[in-house]
Structure formats: structure tokens, C-alpha cells
């Protein structure tokens, strides 16, 4: 919940769970591992501050559900925003709990190794047949206007227009800035810089060049993490509402 009272905390998950990616791709693998994110930043934070057998074995399970769950490139990016998240969460944790959380994510994946260690092995002899700029891809600014429109899909091909996200869930975001979770730059830095990257964004282009993200369809496996950060954001909104400071 990272501090959010109960109803907001309820909101922000629906937020997240109905994102337009998720309905989108309800049938494809990668969803195994993406869905997990919440709960991997849960499982870490409870993990870091609240050193108990019960919070070490579901901050595992989950870490080895994400390893494990679907593609590679979810689980890449899944390892680096938690990372991030850690870094975020340093300072309420202290150096105990940082650690706590990063040794606690080893023994999982050293645990799914049957998994990874095969796959690696498959792509040294494999080849890639995937387009060499999809670092480098984002949707049209016609195709951003998906994130609003529930019904976008008549702007243009099925994959050439973003997954809605709702007016709303923007809204409520919008109205929690300055509180709680609202204050957090971290939050709004990851939306911002992500969300860009969907969108084309002049100055995200970087990501796509950096090891590992160049073969990833970045303004795809990109928006299960920016509509995580949207949807705690929008949570801080509820809470505010609820508490009548807006």
C-alpha cells in the first residue's frame, strides 16, 4: 500500500488492473510475469520493513514467478524499476533493509536458473528476427490519443494505437500532486520518462540504446510499468479526495 489509506490504496489496484494493455493482451504469456510488479514492490517494501518468515518466502515466490512467468524482456524490466524502487525506498529502509531485499532476490533466481541458464543457451543459437530499432519505436501522436479514448482502436491498425488508460485515472493523479505519494519524484520521474518513451517523447530516445533495452519492444513492455506508477499516483489523488484537501 506504501502509506495509502485502504480505499485508495483498493483504487489505485483497480487502476492498475484494468489497464487497457492488460485487456489488450489478456492472451499473451508475457502478462504471466507483468501482473506480478505490484506485488514485487509490495513484497520488497513489506521485506525491508518488516523482517518476518512470512514477508522473506513471498518476496521469493514473487521474484521467481517474475523470472519465470514469460518473456525475458519483462523480467528485465521488472529487475531494473525494482531496483530503482529500491533505490527510492533506501532511505525509509536503511541500509539494513536495502540489503535485506537484494540478497532475499538471489536465492529465487538462482532457484529459476533451469529456466534462464536454457534460454540463454537458446539465444546464442538463435537468431533474431525482430526489427533492429525496436529501442527505438513509439507510437504516433494519433495513436496516443488511445490512452483516452476506450474505443481508440478506429484510429488505425490494432497495434498502432496505445492501450487506454482513462481520463480519470489522469485526473485523480493530477489532483494528488503535493501529497502523500503525490509528492513523490520518483513516481512522477518514471511516468514521465517512460510514459515519453511510449509516446516518442523527445529526450527518452536514450533508453533505447541502452544493453538489453535495444531488443526490447520498449513502447510495449514499457506500459505495464508507467500505468504502476500512474496508478499509485492516481491512488495519492483518492486519498486526497477522500480526505478533503483537494
Not at 482513462?166 to 512522477?188: E, I
Amino acid at each position: 500500500r506504501l502509506g495509502l489509506p485502504l480505499p485508495a490504496a483498493f483504487g489505485a489496484g483497480v487502476a492498475f488492473g484494468l489497464t487497457g494493455y492488460f485487456l489488450r493482451y489478456l492472451q499473451m504469456h508475457h502478462l504471466n510475469a507483468e501482473v506480478w510488479l505490484p506485488w514485487l514492490w509490495l513484497t520488497a517494501d513489506q521485506l525491508a520493513r518488516r523482517p518476518r518468515w512470512t514477508s522473506l518466502f513471498g518476496h521469493g515466490f514473487v521474484v521467481y514467478c517474475v523470472v519465470t512467468g514469460g518473456n525475458p524482456q519483462p523480467a528485465l524490466l521488472a529487475a531494473v524499476t525494482t531496483g530503482l524502487f529500491c533505490l527510492w525506498r533506501w532511505q525509509r529502509w536503511g541500509w539494513a533493509g536495502f540489503l535485506r531485499v537484494v540478497l532475499c532476490s538471489v536465492p529465487p533466481v538462482l532457484l529459476a536458473s533451469f529456466y534462464w541458464i536454457g534460454g540463454l543457451e537458446y539465444v546464442a543459437e538463435s537468431v533474431h528476427h525482430h526489427d533492429t530499432s525496436f529501442g527505438g519505436d513509439a507510437f504516433t501522436a494519433a495513436g496516443a490519443l488511445g490512452l483516452f479514448l476506450p474505443k481508440g482502436y478506429h484510429l488505425g491498425h490494432f497495434g498502432s494505437v496505445a492501450p487506454y488508460i482513462g481520463f480519470l485515472t489522469f485526473l485523480l493523479a493530477v489532483m494528488g500532486v503535493g501529497r502523500g505519494l503525490g509528492k513523490s519524484a520518483f513516481l512522477w520521474g518514471l511516468l514521465l520518462l517512460f510514459g515519453g518513451k511510449i509516446l516518442g517523447w523527445w529526450g527518452t530516445g536514450w533508453l533505447g540504446d541502452l544493453p538489453g533495452f535495444s531488443l526490447v519492444k520498449l513502447w510495449k513492455y514499457l506500459y505495464p510499468v508507467a500505468a504502476l506508477a500512474l496508478a499509485l499516483l492516481c491512488g495519492a489523488g483518492i486519498a486526497a479526495v477522500l480526505a478533503g484537501t483537494v
